[in-house]
């Protein structure tokens, strides 16, 4: 986990230069607004894996991942952008409780 939260910060200071003419707070709204995005690239691109889609794109697992993956990605450099120093503590805390509910129902 280490590893992916030094590319995280490494990304995040890349994309920060890149909107450094933003104030911090449109860039942070901008990232979460990103993380939809890229969560409705996936759902377009399980649509056409479904055939429920009348633009003709196909599209396979590997394609609905990558979409995800990028989702995942977004998501976790809005949490960084909203908060640098905590993001990971935050994430890490969270990840523990929303798990430990499924723990627990899988023990009752």
């Known amino acids: 986990m280490d590893t992916l939260w030094d590319d995280i910060e490494k990304l995040s ?4 230069a890149a909107g450094a003419h933003l104030p911090d707070e449109e ?4 990232q ?10 996936a ?20 394609e609905v991942q990558n979409d995800l993956v990028g989702a ?12 640098p120093a905590g993001a990971r503590a935050i994430f890490e805390e969270i990840f523990h409780r ?6 627990e129902a899988a023990a009752a």
């Open 13 to 16: 200071a890349v994309c920060r």
């Open 27 to 30: 860039l942070k709204s901008l």
């Open 32 to 41: 979460v607004g990103k993380v939809a995005e890229e969560a409705g690239e």
């Open 43 to 62: 759902m377009h691109a399980l649509h056409g894996l479904k055939g429920l889609t009348i633009c003709g794109d196909d599209h396979a697992w590997p």
């Open 72 to 83: 995942v990605i977004t998501a976790l450099l809005a949490m960084h952008y909203i908060d």
């Open 98 to 103: 929303r798990t430990r509910r499924g723990r």
